[in-house]
Each structure stands twice: as structure tokens, then as C-alpha cells.
């Protein structure tokens, strides 16, 4: 890993490789990630990987302990559906409002990120799509106009961000997600408030089979 990227660069590279790590069962829960250890497998100083458990700590994956350090937190599967439940009603708002409120602007601003996201689709590149991901709901926070449904919405998201990474890694979901995303822009685009708040419920809920292969590795 180059040394001479920006230090947020940096971490945000070292916080998607423990993720993966995490998700694939490399690391259980209750295992201490030791600062060192990861600096020097990751050949850089403690910086970038005292950045990226920060990140991981705010996300739910790893958790503080006395005496302990950092460790992986363990799976709180009752917690982690209600967050979605709430992720779901939460953005589909966000939907709606922007059905209402969005400008000629911010709509073509949203398809140009559908475009992206379908080359980035086509290529394979999840990395790539899961940024331009990220910016498609972003754009639909801002759409809502609403600036306390726009915290809310960015807080939670931030908190669910590497199950919804997950999920990416499995067939056909990355088409799944790209085809869910045009469902939700047509509906704004036709200023369409129902469709687009129904569809954007549809797609930020989380599919069960893939919930369940999750819990079956982390547990």
C-alpha cells in the first residue's frame, strides 16, 4: 500500500480490508485487531490504522474494550433489523419529499450517477459502484430538502454502510441494486411521491437470504 496516498485515502483502505476480513470470518467477534500487527501489514505507521478503526467503531464492526483495545463487535441481529427497519422507512421519506421537491437540476444530476453506476455495473468494478452508490442516495437526501431527515438519513447510513457493502459481493445483487436504483429515479423523475417512496422502501430492505449467510458466518 502506497505511503504517499492521503492519510484518509489510506485508512478508508485499511477499513475495507478489516471489513472484508470481518464479513468473511477471518476475524470473529471478540478478536483484538492490534494496531501494530496491522500497520505492519499493511507496511504504514499506526495513523492511518488508528483512523480506519475509528471508522470501523462508529460503524458497529469493532467496539472499545478496557484493557482490551479494539475487538470485533459481537452481531447484535435484533438491533442490526430494527436499524434496517428504520434505514428503510427513513430513506423511502427522503424519496418521497424528493419526488416533490427535487429541480430539473438535482434530477439530471441523479440520472448522470445512474449512468455511472451502469458502466461501473457492466465493468465489475464494486468498489466504483458501491462510491457512486453511496452518491445516488446522497443525491435523494439532498432532494428531500429537509435538513433534519437529511442528518438522519447520512447518520444511519454511515452506521449500516458495511452490511450494505456486503451485500454487493453476492450474484446478480450489484444488478439488482442497479435495477432498484432506475426504479426509484423514474419514480422521482415522474414526480411520482407513493412509487418513489415504495421503491426506495423495497430496495433499502435487506434480502433475506443474504442477511442469513451473514449471520451464519459471523455467528
Not at 476480513?21 to 490504522?49: C, K, M, N, W
Not at 470501523?56 to 464492526?61: A, E, Q, R, T, W
Not at 454487493?168 to 423514474?186: C, I, K, T, W
Not at 415522474?190 to 433475506?208: C, G, L, N
Amino acid at each position: 500500500m502506497n505511503e504517499r496516498k492521503r492519510p484518509e485515502t489510506r485508512a478508508e483502505e485499511i477499513r475495507q480490508a478489516i471489513e472484508r476480513d470481518i464479513f468473511q470470518g477471518h476475524l470473529r467477534p471478540g478478536t483484538r485487531l492490534d494496531e501494530e500487527g496491522l500497520a505492519a501489514r499493511f507496511g504504514l505507521s499506526r495513523t492511518p490504522v488508528r483512523e480506519a478503526i475509528l471508522q470501523l467503531v462508529h460503524s458497529g464492526l469493532v467496539v472499545k474494550k478496557p484493557r482490551q483495545g479494539a475487538v470485533v463487535a459481537p452481531l447484535d441481529l435484533h438491533r442490526m433489523v430494527q436499524m434496517f427497519e428504520v434505514m428503510s422507512e427513513i430513506e423511502g421519506l427522503c424519496a418521497r419529499f424528493a419526488a416533490r421537491r427535487m429541480s430539473p437540476d438535482e434530477k439530471a444530476n441523479l440520472a448522470r450517477l445512474q449512468d455511472a453506476a451502469g458502466r461501473m455495473c457492466e465493468a465489475r468494478d464494486l468498489d466504483e459502484y458501491y462510491a457512486i452508490n453511496r452518491a445516488f442516495h446522497d443525491a435523494i437526501y439532498d432532494g428531500s430538502h429537509n435538513e433534519v431527515l437529511k442528518d438522519m438519513a447520512r447518520s444511519l447510513f454511515a452506521r449500516l454502510a458495511p452490511y450494505r457493502r456486503y451485500q454487493l459481493n453476492h450474484p446478480q445483487r450489484v444488478e439488482g441494486s442497479f435495477h432498484e436504483h432506475g426504479e426509484v429515479m423514474a419514480a422521482i423523475a415522474a414526480a411520482d411521491p407513493d412509487r418513489a417512496q415504495a421503491a426506495m422502501r423495497k430496495h433499502v430492505t435487506i434480502q433475506a437470504d443474504i442477511f442469513a449467510e451473514f449471520v451464519s458466518i459471523m455467528s
